[in-house]
């Protein structure tokens, strides 16, 4: 897997986040750009803003539990997030991450990062670094036949080199 | 190699004579749904841009039930590129304002027993109710899906549910679900395979054990499974396909866990608002007061929901101060509560009738509520803010509940109304 390390300021979130509060419903029915100005609303209003280019989501159990609406992580890297890392996904969520190229990390020990801190995230040894403090954690490394989606850049861009090479 | 249910369809699948646990692999996908909201709006531009066609259009089901009826142009167009799609790519089976995708999933038993299905829908778990492996994905896992008719899997634990005795009268499927749900939390299952089995799950309907497999969802579960049996045969049968029973897992095959549940031990309950998994016996809460009473969705508005509804409504009033809508899962579910008098009966107590479609459960439709609003509905989920306002308050019961407390003007033990015992 060739998927570069990331970078980035923590912005920590708790259990269970729903992509009912990633994404209202009601955003729904606009496109990626006007979503991505509405990302987080039903939990914290106004986080779209505050988001800088390349920060990290860092949340606790089952992150993105709920409705399969894939605009939940493509709003979130629309805003500029560049990566989340969480105790455990939900599973739809972990999917749709991985097919726009968002980088979902589980990391049982995501509690203790705190908001605010910068985070460096090696995918391929599955390991996040409290750059802060120095402290490393465990992460689960991703499968290499996942890891090849991600790192193509999600599955359009995955598909699109298979369909060109029908036989590989 | 002894296998589960959900082994066996993905080992089928894969062209493998065994798979384990947690293998990731690619396999060949059965049929495949999307609907308005999660498929051509989202998925066409890929295909151009890939410059590729789908894959069997006879194995694709495409269903317009999120924005039904169009009340913005902005959703008059997600309709309108929807019903292109089907023309362009020749799709068969595309159904506008006709069910909810997950109920006509069932109805027309689309997907068969055996069959690995996917559906760009969190709630696509449902139709594990005919023992397929019915699995929710997001848009642009089911373009992979439609431009290739493959996907990539993980393959999951299985948790064997068995619930034993019978449900009491007054008692339903959702009641069961909520209070294993309570009990478990919210990500007791996550990323592992429900699988019902037990007396009282032998003894419900198709359409009450599709509730089961409907709320694998609520629980993080891949899916739900019940194995297709005798009942399922029938139903089979009465759309005119024939099939046979099982898959079955094996007897000693392994299972994450098994968890057991006592059918008549189970009461009626609500889920508490904002969360799936705060799940209260009714008789536990106190009696709040609502003033919205929404019958609708998958989960609870299929023509035994409103039969359900009906059998407490006949000959009742709703209480002043209090709306009860009901929003019928299918055209085919309002047909029959149509042509047997429990469409009248919710008419004569004073329910206002919506559309058929996903309506208000996802904050999309018509019925949506209000800031400081108190509801009991019969739909799946009850995150904050999603049937409207963030600071409206949501609880989630069975149809009995819901318009047990339509009729009382707050949340009361249905059984009274129905002739069970409290």
Excluded at chain 2, 17 to 34: H, R, S, Y
Excluded at chain 2, 157 to 171: A, N
Excluded at chain 2, 217 to 222: D, S, V
Excluded at chain 2, 249 to 265: K, L, Q, R, Y
Aim: hydrophobic share 45%.
């Amino acid at each position: 897997m060739t998927t570069s390390p990331i970078s980035g300021t923590a912005r920590t979130f708790g259990d269970n986040i729903d992509t009912d509060v990633i994404v209202p419903g009601k955003y729904l029915v606009y496109d990626l750009p006007e979503i991505a100005k509405h990302v987080m609303d039903g939990v914290r209003p106004g986080f779209a803003d505050e988001i800088s280019h390349g920060d990290v989501i860092v949340g606790g159990r089952n992150f993105g539990t709920g409705s399969s609406r894939e605009m939940a992580p493509r709003g979130l890297q629309a805003a500029g997030i560049a990566a989340i890392v969480a105790k455990s996904f939900a599973r739809i969520f972990f999917r749709n991450c991985i097919n726009v190229g968002l980088a979902p990390v589980e990391c049982a020990d995501a509690d203790l990062v705190q908001e605010g801190q910068t985070v460096s995230i090696d995918l391929a040894a599955g390991r996040v670094t409290i750059v802060d403090t120095g402290q490393v954690l465990d992460a689960v490394a991703l499968p290499e036949e996942i890891g090849e989606i991600l790192a193509a850049g999600g599955m359009e861009n995955y598909l699109a080199a298979r369909l060109a090479r029908p036989t590989s | 190699m002894p296998m589960t249910i959900a082994q066996k369809i993905i080992a089928r699948a894969a062209g493998c004579e065994v798979v384990q646990p947690d293998d990731v692999l690619w396999a060949d996908v059965d049929i495949a749904m999307m609907h308005d909201s999660s498929g051509p709006r989202r998925i066409w531009p890929a295909l151009e841009r890939l410059g590729v066609g789908v894959w069997d259009p006879d194995r694709i089901v495409l269903v317009c039930d999120h924005y039904v009826p169009a009340n913005n142009v902005a959703a008059a167009e997600i309709l309108q590129t929807t019903r292109h799609f089907a023309k362009a790519f020749g799709i068969t089976r595309f159904h506008e304002a006709q069910g909810i995708a997950h109920t006509l999933m069932v109805e027309k038993g689309y997907a068969r027993p055996g069959e690995l299905y996917l559906g760009s829908d969190s709630h696509t778990c449902t139709a594990g109710v005919l023992g397929c492996l019915a699995l929710g994905v997001g848009s642009t896992d089911i373009l992979g899906v439609v431009t290739t008719g493959r996907t990539w899997l993980r393959v999951p634990h299985t948790i064997r549910i068995r619930v034993g005795g019978q449900l009491r009268l007054g008692v339903t499927a959702k009641d069961l679900i909520l209070h294993i749900i309570g009990d478990k939390g919210m990500d007791g299952a996550l990323y592992q395979v429900l699988e019902f089995t037990g007396s009282a799950i032998d003894a419900l309907s198709i359409q009450e054990r599709s509730v089961l497999t409907n709320m694998c969802a609520e629980i993080g579960a891949k899916t739900g499974v019940v194995p297709c049996d005798a009942l399922t045969v029938d139903h089979f049968a009465s759309l005119g396909v024939d099939v046979e029973p099982g898959p079955f897992s094996d007897a000693d095959a392994e299972f994450s866990a098994t968890w057991i549940f006592d059918g008549h031990a189970i009461e009626p309950v609500v889920a508490r608002p904002d969360r799936h998994d705060d799940v209260v016996p009714i008789s536990d809460l106190g009696g709040p007061p609502v003033s919205r009473a929404y019958i609708g969705s998958c989960t609870g508005a299929k023509y035994e929901d409103l039969a359900m509804a009906a059998e407490v409504l006949r000959g009742r009033r709703v209480a002043d101060g209090v709306l009860l809508q009901v929003a019928p899962a299918s055209r085919a579910a309002l047909q029959q509560a149509m042509s047997d008098g429990t469409a009248q009966a919710l008419m004569d107590a004073g329910a206002h009738l919506l559309s058929t479609g996903c309506g208000a459960c996802p904050g999309i439709g018509a019925g949506v509520l209000a800031a400081g609003e108190v509801a009991i509905s019969t739909t799946n989920r009850n995150f904050r803010g999603r049937m409207g306002s963030p600071d409206s308050s949501l609880y989630l019961g069975s149809p009995y509940s819901v318009a047990a407390a339509a009729v009382a003007g707050s949340i009361v033990d249905p059984r009274q109304f129905v002739g069970g015992n409290p």
